[in-house]
Structures are given as structure tokens and as C-alpha cells.
């Protein structure tokens, strides 16, 4: 047997990449007349960057992080996410001297050690978008403006947007304090997991699958019964803005993101169509991660798409190649050289064409034109070399026809550009 790829990390094959494309370039399309600017960072990061933002105590940090110590002994760590990293790069290049508000965004292989299954892998991909130094709720509302209209304008089917808002370091303690008591009520019936961290990472007990622990924490209390006065006034602003926008929701009040960076608005889109992995793309706000991490005190908001997920959603099939423009059939040597370098300047021009390169019979080239379902063939044989002409069939319609080669190029452009 062959050295075969590594489980949970897809090759993505021509025919899949074309999916993968659109969604890209709708992405940098529409991020950009947001006002968004990308940025690139590293896949490997020092270990440390993603314990202090992140978070020890959750099931990323806690373990599915593929981390390794370096030649020099430093502990490094593929990232599970894009937000730390990109926050590293801000504040490191102190971007918020250049401007007052950073809009990024960035595409990219993130990886973490999960158990692969349909729509979640150990090597994934996702498009992020963050925006930096503004507190105000109508960026909240813009940023899930610009996620809502990404995924219609992708037509991605079945998709509903859910937000919350986990509070802030003023009113989070005193209802963590709360669900802690109320847990402890509860522990002879939570899993092992939740036992084990019901007092290290409380609000996670919400989130957790297993049928026992869901049932236990109907009756818990919502952190969105708990806000202060500024979280509260905050979340109902960014739904008055949303409302004005058109952008749709609903509220969930046990959303718990797996992430402890957040403060305030948090946010799933998610799709009833993709099973256990429902959320399709997911963020927030995470107004203390940038001075946590040794920056200045800005507020930042984002989101990242997973675009595996997408993928999947967009359906399976496989997209056909584009059709060749042109396919130059030759038969002889000079012939060949001829069609070789016509094929050359075509292509230069941005066309297009193909052409065997190995001097198989004149059958074998039809077949392969056929193939790749090209609109035009160009057979040229010796002889019509030497009189300087060639036959041009038009696959379509089986119309040939006998075509000078003096000026033919030019032919071809405009016919192309015309079509
Ligand atoms: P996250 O919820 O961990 O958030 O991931 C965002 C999205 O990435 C998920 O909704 C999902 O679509 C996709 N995803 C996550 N894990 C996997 C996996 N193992 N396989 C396939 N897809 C996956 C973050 O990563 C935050 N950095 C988002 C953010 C940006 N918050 C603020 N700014």
C-alpha cells in the first residue's frame, strides 16, 4: 500500500475546488465593500498565544490541539482558529496606530485534534472576518449584516441565525457564581466531563450533548436573565439595528460558545441539514481578548465560516472543467511544431486550448477533443501546412469548414470574445 493522507485531512480535487472557489471569491467580493482588508498569518503559532486566549479549561485547549516542541525546544501549536493569531498580528504591528478601526479578514487551514466525522475534520477551513476598536452595536449588527447576505448570496439553503449575549466581566461572575450552585444540586446526574468541570468552565455544562446533563440543565438560569444594565441595553440595541437591517434571527439563551474570549453578542449560524455538526459558521464579541494578549484596551467582534460545511450543503456533485476552446488535432513533425506554437500564443491571450502532445494518431486526438468537450478542433496535417490552410470543425454543430491560417487567430479571438 501507498503512504495514503492523514485521517481527518481531505485533498480537495479538482471538480470539488471549483465549490471551493466560488465561495472564496464571494467571500473577498463581499467582505471587501464592507470595507474589509485581508490579512495572512502563519498556521503555526507558540503554544501560549492560544492557552491565554482560547482558554485552559476548554475542550480545544484542553485537548484537541496539535501542539509540538520545536528543534529549539519551543512549545508551538498548529492553530485551532483564526482569531488569536490575527489578534497577535494587530497588536504586534500595531495596526490600531495606522487606523482607528481594523476590518481583516483571512482564509485559511485550521487544525484541531477532534474525532473526524461527516462536516468536522482535523484539518478544516475557514473564512474569518474581525473588526476591531468599535463598541458600538450597530458594528455588531453590520457584521451579521455581512454574514447573513455571504451566506444568501452563496445560496446556501437552510441556514438560521441564532444569537445571545454571554455578558461581560461586570455581571458574567456573579451568574457563573449561580449556575455553579445550581449545578451542584445536580452533579450525581452530570457526566463525567461536567462533573469534572462544573466549577473550572460552568457555562459549558449548558452546551453539553449528552441526554443526562441536557435534561438536568433545563431550569438552568440564562446568563441573558443575568446582564447588566450596559450588556443588556447593548444586545437590545444590536436587534433594534438588526431589525432596521432586515438581517433575521432568533435568540437562543443557552448558546455557550467553545471559546472563552467572548463577551456580549455571540452568535451560530446554523442548518438543520448537516446533523450533529450544525453550525455552519459561528463568532462574537470579544472585548477583552486584545488587552488580555498585552495590547491596548479595543473591543474587537467576529466571525469565522467553516467552509467544509459549505461545502457539503452546496451538495456533492462534481462541477465539470471549463470547455476548451479550441483542441489543435496535427498530424508530421512541422505540423505539430505549428499547432504547438499557435496553441502557445492562444493561450498567452487567455484562451483555452489544448492539444496532444505526443504524436498520436489523428483518432486518439478526436477522442481526447471529444473528451474535454472542446467547441473547436483545428486539424492540420502536413500538406495543408504547405498550403497554408487548415480545417476548423465546430463540435456543436458538425459544421467544418477549409480556413486559411493567415489571419486565423484573430478569427478566433473575436470569435471567442464575441460568444
Ligand atoms: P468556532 O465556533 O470554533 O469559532 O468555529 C467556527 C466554525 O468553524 C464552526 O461554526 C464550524 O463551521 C467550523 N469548524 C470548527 N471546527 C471544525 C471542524 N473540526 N471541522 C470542520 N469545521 C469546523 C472560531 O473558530 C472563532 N475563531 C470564530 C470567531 C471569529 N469568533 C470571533 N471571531
Redesign the pocket.
Known amino acids: 500500500m501507498g503512504i495514503t493522507g492523514i485521517k481527518?485531512m481531505n485533498d480537495i480535487l479538482p471538480g470539488e475546488i471549483e465549490t471551493w472557489q466560488h465561495l472564496e471569491e464571494q467571500a473577498r467580493r463581499i467582505f471587501s465593500a464592507f470595507g474589509y482588508r485581508e490579512i495572512r498569518v502563519p498556521v503555526v503559532e507558540k503554544t501560549e498565544l492560544f492557552c491565554r486566549s482560547i482558554g485552559e479549561t476548554t475542550d480545544?485547549v484542553e485537548k484537541e490541539m496539535y501542539t509540538f516542541s520545536d528543534k529549539g525546544g519551543t512549545s508551538m501549536t498548529l492553530r485551532?482558529?483564526?482569531?488569536?493569531p490575527v489578534m497577535r498580528a494587530f497588536i504586534e504591528h500595531k495596526l490600531y496606530a495606522q487606523e482607528s478601526i481594523s476590518k481583516l479578514y483571512y482564509i485559511g487551514p485550521?487544525f484541531?485534534h477532534?474525532r473526524?466525522q461527516k462536516?468536522?475534520?482535523?484539518q478544516?477551513?475557514?473564512i474569518?472576518?474581525?473588526v476591531i476598536g468599535v463598541d458600538d452595536p450597530k458594528i455588531d449588527a453590520q457584521v451579521l449584516a455581512m454574514l447573513s447576505h455571504y451566506f444568501a448570496a452563496t445560496q446556501i439553503p437552510d441556514v438560521a441565525l441564532q444569537i445571545n449575549s454571554l455578558g461581560c466581566p461586570e455581571c458574567r461572575p456573579a451568574y457563573r457564581e449561580n449556575l455553579i450552585e445550581f449545578l451542584e444540586q445536580r452533579l450525581a446526574v452530570l457526566c463525567s466531563d461536567c462533573q469534572r468541570r462544573y466549577t473550572s468552565n460552568p457555562l459549558r455544562v449548558l452546551d453539553c450533548k449528552v441526554p443526562g446533563c441536557k435534561e438536568a440543565t433545563l431550569a438552568a438560569p440564562a446568563m441573558l436573565d443575568n446582564l447588566c444594565l450596559g450588556c443588556e441595553t447593548h444586545f437590545k440595541q444590536v436587534r433594534e439595528h438588526m431589525d432596521t437591517l432586515s438581517v433575521g434571527y432568533t435568540i437562543n439563551p443557552r448558546m455557550v460558545?467553545?471559546?472563552d474570549?467572548?463577551t456580549k453578542t455571540t452568535f451560530?449560524?446554523v442548518t438543520g441539514s448537516l446533523g450533529a455538526?450544525n453550525?455552519?459558521?459561528?463568532?462574537?464579541?470579544?472585548d477583552g481578548l486584545i488587552s488580555d494578549l498585552g495590547g491596548p484596551e479595543l473591543p474587537?467582534?467576529?466571525?469565522?465560516?467553516?467552509?467544509?460545511?459549505?461545502a457539503l450543503m452546496l451538495g456533492e456533485q462534481s462541477i465539470e472543467p471549463p470547455r476548451p476552446e479550441l483542441f489543435i488535432a496535427t498530424l508530421g513533425e512541422s505540423a505539430t511544431n505549428a499547432g504547438f506554437a499557435m496553441l502557445t500564443r492562444l493561450q498567452r491571450q487567455g484562451f483555452l486550448v489544448e492539444m496532444e502532445y505526443t504524436g498520436k494518431s489523428l483518432k486518439a486526438q478526436l477522442r481526447r477533443a471529444d473528451k474535454l468537450r472542446a467547441r473547436r478542433v483545428l486539424i492540420l496535417g502536413e500538406d495543408e501546412l504547405a498550403r497554408g490552410v487548415a480545417q476548423l470543425r465546430y463540435m456543436d454543430s458538425s459544421i467544418q469548414e477549409e480556413v486559411a491560417l493567415n489571419g486565423l487567430e484573430n478569427r478566433l479571438l473575436n470569435e471567442i470574445l464575441d460568444a
Do not use: C, N, S
Open positions: 481527518g480545544i485551532p482558529e483564526g482569531t488569536a485550521m484541531r477532534e473526524p462536516g468536522r475534520y482535523r478544516f477551513h475557514q474569518g472576518a474581525e460558545r467553545g471559546l474570549y467572548y451560530e449560524m455538526q453550525a455552519v459558521a459561528a463568532g462574537g464579541r470579544y474587537g467582534i467576529g466571525f469565522a465560516i467553516g467552509l467544509e460545511r459549505l
